[in-house]
């Protein structure tokens, strides 16, 4: 049963039976020794290639995940591996030395025992035993028994063995932040003082940065945080495909750093039973990364004694970070603790001024295997704050990260260990207290009608700066430890029957919470997603699993009111910028594919006006650094202008917007639909290595897409093509107590081999806006079964 988004009532009736009646019983049957296993199990795959694994022990059951995990996606989680670890050069040759150098710079170096003691009791048992499972199926495959997966060939590669320490030593997948903001703001206030950095970011709750004693902004440069970037960036395979090894991969733009960013947020919600049709809670939750194949998210469904687990999260990590556990669900979305800061130094040699004296840095000396050459020898510095990202010698001074990623617990997402087993509100708040990275909102609901959210991180507490500029590294601008336990915001059982977030700015104001004084961060993502999502959730007295769904994928901007308010008064002599004002003006601001409003209204707000009020409002010298800027702050400047400065910026920037539509869709304004522009297209990246016919069954695509980054179906663009960069590829739509009832998808698809039926065949319903069914209980897992696997030890 493929279900798609149709009307209401339709899709209530395709839901009324949690199995298809068109389910056929046939099934393929694979039966297969597993080294390393150690007793007999199942994987049940289902029509849409969700691993359903039932195994006699917990052991086993993580086992059979990473041994799963690598059957699916081997290349993908060797490739985390690699990029992480700083690997790459070993595999790939000499133009990678440069990432992998950056990479190591942001491994976990602290105390193993205190890493492994932060997490579930049954945390070291799932990586240890996931790890297992990864190296048991590579062995199989260097045996000759398993196929090599194709990207290997096509960069002449082998995949490579796994210690378990390996998945909690790689910190730098994980989303933390401010430390490129606070360079920026650096490099901005430099050029053009404070009032320009505020056309370039938002700060919420409303704050006038300071500029911390001792620090010149003028000696933070351009390029600080080039080696953050680059280690933390993803892998491209251009330096193959044109053989150069000068042409390493190189790292990208600050700017563009920080709008893909920006990019990376997630929407989710728990509605109370008093508030759904069914009397059952729902949780919905849909992260948004960037898309692409293969997916970021893998689903998978784990079953053993005193462990059930369904959902979904990174397919190199074991467990899952948002699904349920049969009693309790939960999901996640970012939420902006500030948990970096970048630290500036004075130098003398391989010193540091600190407290009055002279500090040595640390020096690690490290090797770096190089493909087809000699190793190269790389030295890393760190003080005592970090990592040293630059050092500008002839200023005498240096530039280090203080993150949470240097303290233990804090391995991206694998906090999720203790919500595995979490079956009611205390134990949902022992794991929220716990929690490290990426910092998150967290809700929750569970079979007995409890529901909530809390906020989760890792929290450094300032008590003498705001966080938002870099500082001076001589002792004066000390972390004082980290929030307490429950000292983090938490809501139980909301008054309103119902708690959505969206990365939106969502601290509670005094008195409720002493936000002032906590100062948790300063830096959230436009609330348009969240105003949307909230009003409609607040107008649907009863909701279902539809409903939901239909939320998730809904394609309307609460941002384009604001624009449409500033347009109201406006009329232009130019009959075509006079007839695209009376397109946004009546638009309901629906960005489906058939609408020209919303290919106007994009264009516009993200290319065009943009660049107009940077020019306007801040002075040369830094407006290549700030670009196009993003829609929340220009929007906000207009907002507070008078109509004398804001109405020309916004006439002008119409005109050019309307001149790029032409030269790229014609003259006829009719036939600007946005889908036309906006779609979603997925290459690989190491599809640049691959013949035209191997390329082509890779590339997944083009379809057209609805929404952007302003509406709950969030589909973050890039300005060039149009192409969608950023959205959720997963979504979860889950009915709390009726758990074969819930919904999902994962585009493209499960697999990441451009051969198998599970690669691309999600990608048309994920673009419709469709969903299949997410089984949980053994009947209905078995009724949509399309193979088993049946394994033994070996």
Avoid at 281 to 310: M, Q
Avoid at 416 to 429: D, I, N, P, T, V
């Amino acid at each position: 049963m493929l279900v798609r988004i149709m009307g209401a009532a339709a899709l209530a009736a395709t839901l009324a039976s949690p199995v298809a009646a068109e389910v056929s019983n046939a099934a393929r049957r694979e039966s297969q020794a597993v080294p390393g296993l150690q007793q007999p199990a199942e994987i049940l795959v289902d029509r849409w290639g969700v691993p359903h694994i039932y195994a006699k022990s917990t052991r086993d059951a993580f086992f059979l995940q990473g041994w799963n995990a690598a059957r699916d996606r081997l290349w993908q989680i060797d490739l985390w591996r690699k990029r992480g670890l700083g690997r790459l050069s070993a595999s790939f040759g000499p133009a990678y030395i440069e990432q992998d150098r950056a990479a190591r710079l942001f491994l976990y170096r602290g105390d193993m025992a205190a890493e492994w003691a932060a997490y579930d009791p049954i945390g070291r048992e799932a990586v240890e035993a996931f790890a297992a499972g990864v190296n048991a199926y590579v062995a199989q495959v260097s045996a000759g028994e398993r196929p090599l997966p194709v990207e290997f060939r096509l960069t002449d590669s082998k995949p490579e063995a796994w210690a378990p320490e390996d998945i909690l030593r790689i910190r730098s997948h994980a989303l933390v932040s401010n430390a490129a903001s606070e360079a920026a703001r650096a490099r901005t206030v430099c050029k053009a003082g404070l009032a320009a950095d505020a056309v370039r970011r938002r700060l919420e709750p409303e704050h006038t940065p300071a500029i911390p004693k001792g620090l010149d902004p003028c000696d933070v440069p351009d390029d600080v945080m080039k080696d953050y970037t680059l280690g933390t960036g993803s892998v491209s395979f251009a330096p193959l495909a044109k053989q150069k090894a000068a042409e390493a991969p190189g790292a990208v733009a600050l700017s563009q750093f920080l709008q893909d960013q920006a990019a990376e947020g997630s929407n989710n919600w728990v509605i109370a039973g008093s508030r759904t049709a069914s009397g059952r809670p729902i949780l919905a939750n849909d992260p948004h990364r960037p898309v692409g194949a293969p997916s970021l998210r893998y689903i998978a469904h784990l079953d053993a004694p005193g462990l059930s687990l369904i959902g979904a999260g990174e397919p190199a990590l074991p467990g899952v970070s948002l699904g349920h556990n049969g009693k309790a669900a939960f999901g996640l979305t970012i939420f902006y603790i500030d948990q970096e800061d970048l630290y500036v130094y004075e130098t003398r040699g391989d010193a540091y001024r600190y407290k009055g004296g002279w500090e040595p840095m640390r020096i690690v000396r490290e090797t770096i295997e190089v493909k087809g050459e000699a190793p190269r020898q790389v030295e890393l510095r760190f003080t005592r704050h970090g990592p040293v990202l630059k050092s500008d010698t002839p200023k005498a001074r240096a530039f280090a990260l203080r993150t949470v990623w240097n303290e233990p617990g804090l391995a991206g997402y694998f906090g999720s260990s203790r919500m595995w087993r979490a079956g009611s509100w205390a134990e949902f708040q022992t794991a929220r207290n716990r929690w490290g990275a990426p910092p998150l909102n967290l809700v929750y609901a569970d079979d007995t009608g409890e529901t909530g959210w809390a906020a989760a991180g890792r929290t450094p507490v300032r008590r003498n700066w705001d966080g938002l500029m870099p500082v001076p590294g001589d002792g004066r601008y000390e972390w004082a430890g980290f929030l307490g336990d429950d000292k983090l915001p938490v809501v139980r059982n909301p008054a309103a029957g119902f708690f959505a977030t969206a990365n939106e700015m969502n601290v509670p104001a005094e008195p409720d919470y002493p936000r002032a004084a906590r100062r948790l961060g300063f830096e959230w993502t436009d609330p348009s997603r969240a105003v949307r999502i909230k009003e409609v959730l607040a107008a649907t007295p009863k909701g279902t699993l539809a409903d939901s769904m239909a939320l998730q994928t809904d394609a309307v901007s609460a941002q384009a009111r604001r624009a449409q308010a500033l347009l109201a008064p406006l009329s232009s002599d130019d009959a075509e910028v006079a007839r695209a004002l009376s397109l946004l003006k009546a638009w309901d601001g629906n960005e489906g594919t058939d609408s020209v409003a919303a290919s106007i209204y994009e264009t516009w707000v993200v290319k065009h006006l943009g660049r107009a009020v940077v020019r306007k409002a801040t002075p040369a010298t830094v407006q290549a650094q700030i670009g196009a800027s993003m829609p929340d702050p220009v929007l906000l400047w207009l907002e507070r202008q008078p109509r004398e400065v804001r109405d020309p910026l916004l006439l002008s920037s119409l005109r050019t917007t309307l001149d790029e539509l032409k030269a790229r869709l014609g003259a006829d304004m009719t036939a600007w639909a946005w889908g036309r522009l906006h779609q979603a297209l997925f290459e690989p990246a190491a599809a640049v290595l691959a013949d035209p016919q191997l390329a082509a069954q890779m590339r997944i695509g083009p379809l057209q897409v609805a929404g952007s980054s302003s509406t709950p179906r969030a589909a973050t663009w890039r300005s060039p093509d149009f192409r969608q960069t950023a959205g959720a590829s997963v979504r979860l739509v889950l009915d709390v107590g009726g758990w074969d009832n819930s919904m999902a998808i994962n585009t493209p698809g499960q697999s990441e081999d451009p051969f198998s039926p599970h690669y691309r065949d999600l990608f048309p319903l994920w673009a419709a806006g469709g969903y299949f069914p997410l089984r949980y209980t053994r009947p209905a897992v078995e009724a949509d079964t399309e193979a088993v696997l049946a394994l033994t030890p070996g």
